[in-house]
């Protein structure tokens, strides 16, 4: 292995030349007492550290960062307590494939085992929840750790990885090298897809008369969204997104049909269940989108591409895999298709779903009474077209995805898969930190918000202009939406109306805070919210009745949405 430096450190300096050496110029943090030696040497270092003030936020925050930037996220939290507290946000990353390195603190190893003060076996904990983890106890292990933990979560399929350094490793002095590449016998992504594969997909996409292109978050993870624009023109087959894969085709292009799934759009279920393919590109098949798997596309062949292989018919079996990097694949297969492609042939099927899209458009009733949270959306979108939206969970993150018209990769931070309440507002954090000059919304519910709304004091210390909007309807909305429909109007536990006064909040930290109750008032609150330049809250008291549709109940087919309430309401 080349070296290329041979200078005497203690590791706590090695771990900052390490990371410098991986290109990191962010840290999101909280020290402790493990990390002493490491928050000394931050305290003379040029990296920019960004102190939390929940250890789960620097998770979000770096998880932010990575996804609006394509970079890998970076978060240090110390041993035991603030270990723990990172799980959820390790788990969230994993769950969406995000690439991100938690550095963590370990208790002296002499320790390790005996129940020591603030130690906890964090390795051990994470495992199921990474894509790899380190447990470093000597400092001449660190440089090598750090090179390997930022090529496993960034190459293949994404995903974080922890690195639990002891304290002592962090004291010892070494002759400091950093490893030039990585040497790992049991982990070769699969890049480049299989030719003969691929031109078996080219068949098949050249056959069919009603294809589907099912596009995931791997589409923006591999950076292949040109690609599959090209390949969408090439075949002129229409597009539907997941959440994660949002803005990875323009949701403005004729051929895009809207997100699948629980509440996707109509047009989008019934396309996916009349089709005769469906070319799924990077995306997992998850129940959200499959609903009742026995009858999902049960009438399409199914052309699977993913670099994971493990996701291969894992959810629904699959009639011709193809595992590699998106944007590889999708390069070999156009020039494929191409030389096959008869032109016009799905014409009657274009034409098919423009009618759909006709008979079951995408809307909502607004009679003026009060604020839709629909319009709020809308709003968002025309004051700021080309915004990064992070979301917490919830109503509203479904209403974003539904009616913010998303052009651009990179531009929807979500808890997709883990589903994470509090997420929204640390990840808008780290991916105005990652992309400054973005304006960064957090499209939060009333609910969410308040699981991390300390992150306020972060934002203001730091002077990161992220803005919130909350949609404030007063419950725990989805929650609250399902016992409406499914348990006879039982509210249990779910009406939060008046909680906290969220401009009052606002203003405690030194953000700005503003309350909008009427239509005519958000636009221009909205404009004085970005103007400001400053952190900022919106309150917006929407209708508290409205809920998400369409909608597939549990159990039931992609095709069999309703559109209305049937069981009673508020």
Known sequence: MTKNSAEQMNGAKAFIESLKKEGVDTIFGYPGGVLLHIYDEIYNCDLRHILVRHEQAAAHAADGYARATGKTGVCLATSGPGATNLVTGIATAHMDSVPMVAFTGQVT???????????????????????????????????KSIKEAFYIASTGRPGPVLVDITKDATSEEFKFSYPDKVELRSYKPTVKGNIQQIKKAAAMIAAAKKPVIYAGGGVVAANA?????????????????????????????PLFIGMPGMHGTKYANFSI???????????????????????????????????DPAEISKNVAVDLPIVGDAKCILTDLIPAVSEKLVSGKTSDWLNRIAQWKKEYPLGYIDDGSTIKPQFVIETLCEVAPDAIVATEVGQHQMWTAQYF???????????????????????????????????????????????????LATLVSNDIPVVSVILNNGYLGMVRQWQELFYDCHYSHTDIIDSVDFVKLAEAYGALGIRVEKKSELKEAVQTAIKSGRPAVIDVRIDRGENVFPMVPAGASINELVDERKYGGI
């Open 109 to 143: 190893s002499s320790l390790i085992g005996n129940d020591a003060f603030q130690e906890a076996n964090i390795t051990g904990i994470t495992l199921p929840i990474t894509k790899h983890n380190y447990l470093v106890q000597k400092a001449e292990d660190i440089p």
């Open 405 to 455: 018209k998303f052009k651009q990769p990179r531009k929807l931070i979500t808890s997709g898969g883990l589903g994470t309440m509090g997420y929204g507002l640390p990840a808008a954090m780290g991916a105005k930190v990652g992309c400054p000059d973005q304006v960064v919304f957090d499209v939060a519910g009333d609910g969410s918000f308040q699981m991390n709304s300390q992150e």
């Open 225 to 253: 969204s040109s690609e599959l624009y090209k390949l969408a023109e090439l075949v002129n087959a229409p597009v539907t997104t997941t959440l994660m894969g949002m803005g990875a085709f323009p949701t403005d292009h």
């Open 273 to 307: 269940q009349d089709s005769d393919l469906l070319i799924a590109v990077g995306a997992r098949f998850d129940d959200r989108v499959t609903s009742k798997i026995s009858s999902f596309a049960a009438g399409a062949k199914i052309i699977h591409i993913d670099v």
